[in-house]
């Protein structure tokens, strides 16, 4: 979009704001703090990753926020945009993994994102991305449908049209091809968001854009913190943790083979160890397994490893 006006700064204050809030809320409900490490970019920018390793609740999290910028594109973001030639670009976002210990609650995903790509004497490129999803190991319907609630409400108040664009394009983005099998359950994702044929290319166009990517970071909380509560102290075995660190390695797969945000922060020159934070801690793969018929793991695949209509009377 061009010709908007274009607030860098408040699009930073909130992520940081986002940041704090999650790890605080996420901290009083695992017990244990998450350190902090700031770093810094030879290229330009840097940020701030906050990690809690071996928690209670938590078996490994990561809340990053990066700021990023630089005179040039890596290849991965200029490969199909001709006009961000020669442009000096800035992106920055907010993005968090939860892994928890307990196989009978999910991992989870969001993140929200800017960029935006300047030359003198010329409009601003920008454009917001993000979104959120759940990754259940043991299927609970009332955790899918609470979850795609609060995607809808997030989305609702921007335009009808939203949750049902995004929740298909996070059934189509976290999606692997090679397995030919969803990452879990979905949610909403969404990327080059910068207006629509509603909105002028004016600041309407960004505030619009901004109020909604800001709206999807704000009901991460409200969307999974009480899943995680539900399932904390449900009981398990060493049936339920195999199965779980089975799972996780589709979880690695992904990020490692189709996730373009991992793609863009290696090619970018970003920080290796808050790029990889999303990995889980524990991890196995086994040749050609397959579940138990009739078992709860064999329903994963049945009954949530699918595009589902998850909102029901819900919305």
């Given at each position: 979009m061009h010709g908007a006006h274009v607030d860098k700064h408040k699009v930073k204050e909130f992520m940081l704001g986002l940041q704090a809030l999650i790890v605080e809320r996420l901290e009083a409900l695992d017990g244990k703090r998450f350190q902090t490490d700031a770093w810094e970019r030879s290229g330009g920018g840097g940020g701030i990753t906050r990690l809690i390793e071996a928690g209670d609740l938590l078996e490994r999290g990561g809340v990053n926020f990066s700021h990023v910028m630089g005179d040039r594109l890596p290849p991965s973001a200029s490969a199909h945009r001709p006009e961000l030639a020669g442009r000096a670009w800035e992106a920055m976002g907010v993005s968090l993994v939860m892994h928890p210990r307990n196989p009978h609650a999910p991992t989870s995903h969001m993140n929200v994102r800017f960029f935006v790509a300047e030359k003198a004497g010329e409009a601003p490129v920008w454009w917001f991305g993000g979104g959120m999803d759940l990754t259940p190991y043991y299927g609970y319907e009332e955790d899918a449908r609470h979850f795609h609630a609060c995607c809808h409400k997030a989305l609702v108040p921007f335009g009808a049209g939203y949750y049902p664009k995004y929740k298909a394009w996070c059934d189509d983005y976290f999606f692997l091809r090679h397995r030919d099998?969803?990452?879990?359950?979905?949610?909403?994702?969404?990327?080059?968001?910068?207006?629509?044929?509603?909105?002028?290319?004016?600041?309407?166009?960004?505030?619009?854009?901004?109020?909604?990517?800001?709206?999807?970071?704000?009901?991460?909380?409200?969307?999974?913190?009480?899943?995680?509560?539900?399932?904390?102290?449900?009981?398990?075995?060493?049936?339920?943790?195999?199965?779980?660190?089975?799972?996780?390695?589709?979880?690695?797969?992904?990020?490692?083979?189709?996730?373009?945000?991992?793609?863009?922060?290696?090619?970018?020159?970003g920080r290796t160890e808050s790029i990889l934070m999303s990995l889980p801690p524990i991890v196995k793969w086994r040749y050609d397994w397959k579940p138990e018929p009739g078992s709860a793991e064999a329903r994963l695949y049945s009954d949530f490893l699918r595009p589902r209509d998850w909102l029901g009377e819900a919305a």
């Amino acid at each position: 979009m061009h010709g908007a006006h274009v607030d860098k700064h408040k699009v930073k204050e909130f992520m940081l704001g986002l940041q704090a809030l999650i790890v605080e809320r996420l901290e009083a409900l695992d017990g244990k703090r998450f350190q902090t490490d700031a770093w810094e970019r030879s290229g330009g920018g840097g940020g701030i990753t906050r990690l809690i390793e071996a928690g209670d609740l938590l078996e490994r999290g990561g809340v990053n926020f990066s700021h990023v910028m630089g005179d040039r594109l890596p290849p991965s973001a200029s490969a199909h945009r001709p006009e961000l030639a020669g442009r000096a670009w800035e992106a920055m976002g907010v993005s968090l993994v939860m892994h928890p210990r307990n196989p009978h609650a999910p991992t989870s995903h969001m993140n929200v994102r800017f960029f935006v790509a300047e030359k003198a004497g010329e409009a601003p490129v920008w454009w917001f991305g993000g979104g959120m999803d759940l990754t259940p190991y043991y299927g609970y319907e009332e955790d899918a449908r609470h979850f795609h609630a609060c995607c809808h409400k997030a989305l609702v108040p921007f335009g009808a049209g939203y949750y049902p664009k995004y929740k298909a394009w996070c059934d189509d983005y976290f999606f692997l091809r090679h397995r030919d099998e969803p990452r879990g359950v979905g949610g909403v994702f969404f990327d080059d968001l910068n207006g629509d044929s509603t909105l002028a290319a004016t600041e309407d166009a960004f505030a619009h854009c901004f109020g909604l990517t800001e709206s999807v970071g704000d009901h991460f909380l409200p969307a999974y913190a009480p899943i995680l509560e539900r399932r904390a102290d449900t009981p398990y075995g060493e049936r339920e943790r195999d199965f779980q660190a089975y799972r996780r390695g589709r979880y690695v797969e992904f990020n490692l083979v189709w996730d373009r945000g991992t793609l863009f922060g290696l090619q970018s020159g970003g920080r290796t160890e808050s790029i990889l934070m999303s990995l889980p801690p524990i991890v196995k793969w086994r040749y050609d397994w397959k579940p138990e018929p009739g078992s709860a793991e064999a329903r994963l695949y049945s009954d949530f490893l699918r595009p589902r209509d998850w909102l029901g009377e819900a919305a």
